[in-house]
């Protein structure tokens, strides 16, 4: 082949590839106008959902864990086990104590039922003094009479009245005694209130211990996934600390995109959205826009800008955008919290 056949097919080729990378250009162009004047884009959106934190009610040591990394669950599935001696020996104490306050109220009724009996035998006791003081007081009179008349000695007389004197005494003592055996049976009545709001207190505690070694049993609370384990058996947890995330199977799952204040002018509740997920590239995902962040990303920064100080560089911030997915809940369960993708506010 000669030389110059070789350069003219060089030529020819560079032409062709500099024909045909000169319409890629011009496509690319277009297709990038065109999407401009169809589309508000941006690659700065993430996939979120909601990360429900599993806490323990009660501290502990941890017996055993029942769950691996990223494993599904289901609702009420133990997820981990506390170690319950200690709250089963507590809950026997609870017991005991509510069986002593119980037994306190046995003790009391009987208690009473004596002092009720006690009563009646006094108030019998009361009614001979009464007779005996109205026979003795009969028996005064007369010997008085019979002393005016000279009928009886002075001794005598003296001796009646003395009667007379201790048989008042004793019906006074013995209505001094049946007000007291009252004011006991009074006080016996009184204990019994004391006594029932201390049994209610102790059933009260002891439906409590009985409680903490429910919670010893930590269940998942929907159906999910588990994220990374990162506790281990024989570790002391505290109350409320967090053993493991979870994601709920029942809630939606959303993107949060981060546009430009220049490109949000004509956002609107409802708006139509299309997703690009950089994990599954040629598959679209389809959404509305559910909401507008009331200020800019920046805002919620632990150091928020304050362009009064320094020196003023103007810098364009961003609106976090919430768009609610669409599409069904098959094809939305391959979707990971944190996935980067890119989305497109259809004008």
Do not use: C
């Amino acid at each position: 082949m000669s030389k110059n056949k070789i350069d003219r097919i060089v030529v020819n080729t560079t032409q062709w590839l500099g024909i045909i990378l000169l319409a890629g250009i011009i496509i690319w162009a277009g297709k990038y106008f065109w999407e401009g004047q169809k589309y508000e884009q941006t690659n700065d959106a993430q996939i979120d959902a909601y990360l429900s934190p599993v806490n323990v009610k009660i501290g502990g040591y941890i017996k055993k864990i029942y769950y691996r990394d990223n494993q599904l669950v289901h609702k009420g599935d133990t997820l981990v086990w506390i170690e319950p001696d200690e709250y089963g020996l507590k809950k026997d104490a609870a017991d005991g104590e509510l069986m002593s306050a119980r037994a306190k109220l046995e003790i009391l009724d009987a208690n009473e039922e004596t002092q009720r009996k006690n009563i009646e035998v006094i108030r019998a006791r009361l009614s001979g003094a009464q007779a005996k003081l109205e026979q003795q007081q009969k028996e005064f009179e007369r010997y008085q009479n019979m002393l005016k008349e000279a009928s009886t000695t002075q001794q005598k007389f003296e001796n009646v009245k003395a009667a007379l004197i201790i048989h008042q005494s004793s019906l006074e003592e013995t209505e001094a005694t049946l007000k007291a055996a009252e004011s006991k049976l009074n006080d016996l009545v009184a204990e019994r209130s004391a006594i029932h709001a201390d049994i209610k207190i102790r059933e009260a505690l002891l439906a409590r211990q009985e409680l903490d070694i429910q919670y010893t049993v930590v269940t998942a609370p929907f159906d999910g996934q588990v994220g990374r384990k990162t506790i281990q058996e024989g570790q002391l947890v505290q109350p409320g600390q967090t053993l493991v995330f979870m994601t709920n199977e029942s809630e939606d799952k959303w993107v949060v995109a981060n546009f430009k204040e220049t490109q949000i002018g004509a956002f609107h509740i409802g708006q139509q959205a299309k997703i690009e997920v950089d994990a599954f590239p040629g598959e679209s995902f389809y959404g509305t826009i559910e909401s507008k962040s009331p200020t800019t990303g920046s805002r919620y920064s632990l150091l928020p800008p304050d362009n009064a100080t320094g020196n003023f560089v103007k810098v364009i911030q961003r609106i976090p955008i919430r768009i609610k997915l669409t599409d069904t809940k098959d094809k939305l369960a391959k979707l990971s919290a944190g996935m980067n993708a890119n989305v497109y506010i259809i004008k």
